[in-house]
């Protein structure tokens, strides 16, 4: 097996600094279903997912850094999302540190406002407590939550900056970038390299190279679900 984290970052982070959230144990390992909708399989036997079925509920979904097994056993599986993993430079090289704003550390108080935020402007892969995985930061126009940014997979060396996101209403302003460039400043500090994730349609990708990532490698996320 490789010793590359990046190449499966979800075993990688249960494996080591996410240890403490792993549902489960090998063959089959996933995040609390209010974490992260994220899930690693040993091998694609019937034992195997068997075991992984057994970690979900019904209605509920997990993604694997994977190709969907050939035989589901109980599984189904949803088209592949294609994904660009990007990694991030040694220091952002757009910073909107003049936007007129003052971001703020998100607490476990701000937690509702996150997942309703990220609900709106990206639905899915952000969930309830996936607040707890890492720091992030947001900020507020008049009180209310417009956007914010913070990490998620962690495993040695490397954390992911994830749940980008702005609202609508303030779009065009400069806030993603700007909290972004914190973030980045925050891994840094840590002494860890920042990557990030992004659908291979997704128009932020523009934003992430100006900030100075680039493209590590292209894969599918498949997409797994008991059937009904």
């Not at 003052?102 to 899915?124: K, Q, R, V, W």
């Not at 523009?206 to 008991?226: C, D, I, K, S, W």
Request: charged share 20%.
């Amino acid at each position: 097996m490789s010793s590359d984290p990046l190449l499966d970052p979800v075993r990688s982070a249960l494996n080591g600094v996410h240890a403490h959230f792993a549902v489960g144990h090998a063959p089959a390992r996933r995040y609390p279903s209010e974490v992260a909708p994220f899930a690693v399989i040993d091998d694609t036997s019937e034992p195997t997912l068997a075991r992984l079925e057994a970690l979900m509920a019904p209605g509920d979904q997990v993604y694997i850094f994977d190709e969907p097994p050939s035989r589901m056993n109980g599984l189904s599986a949803g088209p592949p999302l294609h994904t660009f993993q990007m990694l991030g430079p040694e220091h952002p090289t757009v910073d909107a540190r003049d936007e007129g704003c003052s971001p703020m550390l998100m607490m476990s108080e701000d937690a509702g406002e996150m997942f309703e935020l990220i609900t709106l402007a990206f639905p899915g892969f952000y969930q309830p407590r996936t607040h707890e995985m890492g720091t992030y930061y947001g900020i507020r126009i008049d009180g209310r939550l417009v956007a914010m940014a913070g990490e998620r997979l962690c495993m040695t060396g490397y954390r992911e900056i994830s749940g980008v996101c702005t609202h609508p209403d303030a779009r065009g302003r400069g806030y993603a970038g700007h909290l972004m460039s914190m973030v980045i400043d925050e891994i840094e500090r840590e002494g860890k390299v920042p990557f990030l994730h992004a659908f291979a349609q997704n128009p932020a990708i523009r934003l992430y190279e100006r900030l100075g990532f680039t493209l590590r490698q292209r894969f599918n996320f498949a997409v797994l679900a008991p059937e009904a």
